[in-house]
């Protein structure tokens, strides 16, 4: 099956610096990119996703990159705010027959801490 | 109104008793699915079900039973509950049949046994 290995596992950046989230799969045929941004005691919401035929797709100040080739794809955020502060999970995904049989595979996270 | 709402929000129990978790969507979706979150915030698929039919079904002990009466809805029951099951309780929608745009999340169960 998938598995999703995700870096750092925290980080902590200067408001108004940048903050770089890695991850990488391990199967090829995953075609589909979410990440999720989890407030503290709140749901994972859904802030930005890439399909593989992309390379890169931004949306204001954050951005993802796919690396098909190497397997990876990484979380750009720039000009950080405090409450860009959160815990942010990384996924793969099949495209499932027409049966449903889609899921997510998630990352392990990456706690992000903005200072100000 | 809230697109994917779970019941209750927080559950404390003791060992050995049984409990049930209620999940329902008014998105329209055709998929849903169960997730547990541990204590290290890793998110672990459980179950899927596909218009009331069970798709997925990971490695999770028979004392997890989840019942879908119809496709807006997705409960998960939970017999002799052990200190392990502790943990937040997730249930999440998607489309399905090829328009798969990820998931939306329900607001999550947190789930204690003592």
């Known amino acids: 099956g998938e598995n999703v290995e995700q870096h750092p596992s925290t980080l902590s950046v200067q408001e108004g610096d940048s903050a770089v989230i890695k991850c990488t799969y391990s199967?090829?045929?995953?075609?589909?990119f979410p990440w999720y941004k989890q407030e503290l005691g709140k749901r994972p919401q859904l802030i930005i996703d890439i399909r593989s035929n992309v390379g890169e797709k931004k949306d204001q100040r954050i951005a993802v990159t796919l690396n098909k080739t190497a397997k990876h794809f990484s979380l750009h955020i720039t000009e950080t705010q405090p409450e860009d502060s959160a815990v942010y999970f990384c996924a793969a995904s099949i495209r499932g027959s027409n049966f449903g049989n889609e899921k997510l595979t998630f990352g392990t996270g990456t706690r992000l801490t903005i200072i100000p | 109104d809230t697109a994917v709402s779970q019941t209750p929000k927080y559950l404390v129990t003791q060992m050995g008793n049984d409990k049930s978790i209620k999940c329902e969507q008014n998105?329209?979706?055709?998929?849903m699915y169960w997730y547990k979150q541990d204590s290290k915030k890793f998110l672990k698929i459980m179950f899927s079900y596909n218009n009331k039919e069970l798709i997925i079904n990971e490695t999770v002990p028979n004392r997890f039973s989840p019942k879908s009466p119809d496709k807006a809805h997705l409960n998960l029951h939970i017999n002799s509950l052990e200190l392990g099951d502790s943990a937040v309780y997730f249930c999440?929608?998607?489309?399905?049949?090829?328009?798969?745009?990820?998931?939306?999340f329900g607001s999550g169960t947190r789930l204690t046994v003592v």
């Open positions: 999440a929608s998607s489309r399905g049949a090829g328009h798969f745009y990820g998931y939306t």
């Open positions: 998105l329209g979706h055709d998929t």
């Open positions: 199967d090829s045929a995953s075609n589909y």
